[in-house]
Nanobody, 112 residues
Framework: QVQLVESGGGLVQPGGSLQLSCVNS???????MAWYRQAPGKQREFVAV???????NYADSVKGRFTISRDTAKNTVYLRMNALKPDDTAVYYC???????WGQGTQVTVSS
């Protein structure tokens, strides 16, 4: 059974940065990994994906501010978030799309 463990969330001021990490219990070399988020009262939404070949895509709302990357040796996917806005406040979830697995989520709060 695939297990995903996220970390790196927290409280940050507007304009600040955070980096989230997601460790997968299996190899990520040949799979698609993604980040989603869910704000209070809203549906879960796509944030970013990194494909098995390394290509990436982003939601329009985070393009140019967020970067998804991976370290296949560590089975870890990252989400670097810069220029954070209050609207980025949400629980962020890591997903192994190839195995339909989800992490437990990590809270990101952007507030002054």
């Amino acid at each position: 059974q695939v297990q995903l463990v996220e970390s790196g969330g927290g409280l940050v001021q507007p304009g600040g940065s955070l980096q989230l990490s997601c460790v997968n219990s299996r190899s990520i070399f040949d799979i698609y990994m993604a980040w989603y988020r869910q704000a209070p009262g809203k549906q879960r939404e796509f944030v970013a994906v990194i494909r098995s070949g390394g290509s990436t895509n982003y939601a329009d709302s985070v393009k140019g501010r967020f970067t998804i990357s991976r370290d296949t040796a560590k089975n870890t996917v990252y989400l670097r978030m810069n220029a954070l806005k209050p609207d980025d406040t949400a629980v962020y979830y890591c997903s192994d799309l190839s195995n339909n697995a989800w992490g437990q989520g990590t809270q990101v709060t952007v507030s002054s």
